[in-house]
């Protein structure tokens, strides 16, 4: 079989996004630490698959669509409108029904198997260097940002609020802001000062000025966040936004398997 997106997922093209979500965390928990060029992979399959216009155009490319489709009745039209809404109206009943209780159960944060998390030397906003090796022995949760993601702004609050609540505990969380992408879009030190000002963030901000440490955690989309255990190995891994809850729920785990 030719090697492609879903084939390196282990999924067929007609997945479902969530189907593919599942699958690629299935792939990251099966990881090891010297596979950091499948990892990158990984990732860009999940970015692709996920995105319905990257999706269609990456099955156009591979031959899994016809590029040509034949022509759709009024009759087929009609059905398939139908077809939608009766679709719509039985899932608003299953949410209504289930809708909370089975969105609890979902797990937004995935455990990885552990693995050294690769070190780093990054300055501050003053200038000053933060070395991640600086705090072995604490529960470390590393997030990467970037002043023009949205998710970001969201979850900014929540990080702070988690780190004034947990940092007497021995929570750390160091903010790498992707400073090489920032440049790339004319964005300014000062700008991501402000950002810092703005949520009033006093957990340390660092800047990954070449990209480097972007490349070692094998970052595609942001935020993405790592949680490290005090021995300083990676064991879970969030895409996407983080919560209180998340953070804490985690930051708990890891206190009482590291005690």
Known sequence: MRQNYYTLLGVSPKATSEEIKAAFQDQLRQATPDQ?????????????LTDPEQRQSYDLEQGLVQTEPRGV???EIIFGVLGVLVGLLVLSGVWLIAGRDSASTIPTVTEVKPYDAPDFTLNNLDGAPVSLDDFKGKVVLINFWATWCEPCKEETPDLQAVYEKLKDQGLVIVGVDLYNAERSQNVSLQEVRQFANRYGVTYPIVLDESGGVGQ??????????????QQGKVRYLKIGQLSMSDVERVFRSLQATGS
Do not use: K
């Open 73 to 75: 009745s009024g009759r």
């Open 216 to 229: 070692a955690y094998a970052i595609h989309p942001i935020p993405t966040s790592y949680f490290i255990d």
């Open 36 to 48: 950091s060029e499948q990892m990158q992979q990984l990732h860009t399959a999940l970015d692709v």
